[in-house]
């Protein structure tokens, strides 16, 4: 039905749209694997006449494809050596209080592990079997489901919040910042991506934590089964061993390098790929290179590659502008927050239908760039909302691979997802509006 647009639309845009409906639909509803998909659409835009096989293949050489190589490397370190876990039962031991403070420190602690853990599924493998053995005890004592609903649901939105909070949240994040370098030539480092985004992230955190113990009242005020529980699993742990202890200073050097990345010039993905390779190196290292290499997710790499390919092709054929150019008869000149309303209620919509953030980032961002080039307002200030868009997945378990993780233990419903979901999307539009239109020009990202 799709090839039917070439009657009534330009030809060339009209090939880009069914290559853009191949992708979507593919992605969105997962019939097929998303890596036939992926490569489907590189073999599809060399058959069209859009792009060509090799020019295709050059997403694959973005230093970004590599980094999340690293993330790869680097999480299947913190699974090797338990550090992750021994991060999060220690923060989590600073609870001197009740269930309540309980609930913010889980927060807290994948706030943490997102610095340190590159990937969202490695954040929540790491923490999840510490909540669940919590949710067991403070069950046992008398506490109810609220408890569980409550941890469970902190995990999977606190996740989210990470996705956009860092440069290295996501493969989406990764590919958000590739793929503006690659259009409008901004560059974006780990510090400032943090600066920008940071702030958000933080206030929706604290909205999450008000927003559960308002929704699930806890059944029981005493923490002092948890509170022993975490020191049975710390003393089980035993003292801190040589490769925690490696990985830990390998850690800091790597957030080190990120954040001082001005000063030195060495890229993010190129110090992410130093640390990976250092912890597979005997001495220094924690782990082997062929168990490491294991947890190399090439679905995700191969899909990488394809969205890359895929948003250069709609830039250089000229569909984003054509698309743009549409849009632009509804939306006035010079209107940042109308634009950047409109596109956040768009892709939240269309969010529905993806479980994977990375896929809608791909199909969003191009355009998106393409239509603040048109209405005259910073194409990398709109793109940064729209990144923040695409990871508002708040409403089904099938909307992202964290929520499917912990919707499948069985401790809370859909609707106890969606209502919690509810009220934090009626939160994160007007703030991520408000801070980006007057704390993102304070610090340089300026709508206009």
């Not at 090797?80 to 001197?96: C, F, Q």
């Not at 409008?184 to 206030?203: D, E, M, Q």
């Not at 050097?253 to 912890?279: F, R």
């Amino acid at each position: 039905m799709s090839w039917l647009l070439v009657l009534v639309i330009p030809i060339e845009h009209a090939l880009m749209v069914i290559v853009l409906i191949f992708a979507f639909s593919g992605w969105a509803f997962g019939v097929w694997p998303q890596s036939i998909i992926s490569l489907g659409i590189l073999l599809y835009l060399e058959i069209l006449g859009i792009f060509t096989f090799e020019e295709g293949l050059q997403g694959y050489a973005q230093p970004f494809v590599w980094l999340l190589v690293a993330t790869f490397v680097i999480a299947a370190g913190f699974e090797e050596t338990g550090l992750g876990r021994r991060i999060a039962l220690a923060i989590l031991s600073l609870v001197k209080g009740n269930g309540a403070a309980s609930i913010g420190v889980v927060i807290l602690s994948l706030t943490v592990l997102g610095l340190l853990i590159p990937t969202g599924a490695g954040r929540i493998a790491m923490i999840l079997p510490v909540c669940i053995g919590l949710i067991e005890v403070v069950k046992a004592s008398g506490g109810g489901s609220s408890y569980a609903k409550s941890v469970l649901i902190a995990v999977t939105f606190t996740s989210s919040f990470m996705s956009f909070a860092i440069i290295t949240g996501s493969s989406s994040s990764v590919y958000a910042a590739s793929t503006i370098q690659l259009t409008t030539g901004f560059f974006w480092s780990y510090g400032y991506w943090l600066i920008v985004n940071g702030p958000i992230a933080i206030l929706m955190l604290l909205i999450l934590w008000g927003v559960l113990l308002w929704k699930f009242p806890l059944e029981k005020a005493s923490w002092s089964d948890g509170r022993a529980y975490i020191a049975l699993k710390l003393e089980e742990m035993g003292t801190i061993s040589p490769k925690e202890m490696k990985l830990f200073l390998l850690s800091i050097i790597m957030l080190t390098g990120w954040i001082t990345e001005p000063l030195h010039g060495y890229s993010v993905s190129m110090t992410a790929m130093l640390v990976a390779l250092l912890s597979c190196l005997p001495v220094v290292g924690v782990q082997k290179w062929k168990r490491a290499s294991k947890s190399i997710n090439w679905d995700v790499i191969i899909l990488f590659g394809a969205a890359y390919a895929l948003a250069e092709a709609i830039q250089t054929n000229g569909t984003a502008d054509w698309v743009a150019a549409g849009l632009v008869q509804f939306i006035p000149q010079n209107s940042p927050i109308l634009t950047a309303l409109v596109m956040i209620i768009i892709v939240s919509i269309f969010r529905f239908g993806f479980a994977n953030m990375l896929g809608i980032t791909a199909v969003f961002l191009p355009f998106s760039i393409s239509l603040a080039q048109s209405l005259s307002i910073n194409p990398v200030w709109l793109a940064q909302i729209v990144v923040i868009s695409c990871s508002i997945g708040y409403f089904l378990p099938s909307q992202s691979p964290a929520n499917l993780m912990t919707f499948a233990l069985g401790q809370y419903t859909r609707k106890d997802l969606s209502s919690v979901g509810m009220y934090l999307f009626l939160a994160i539009i007007p703030i991520t509006l408000l801070l980006a239109y007057f704390y993102w020009p304070l610090i340089g990202l300026n709508p206009n």
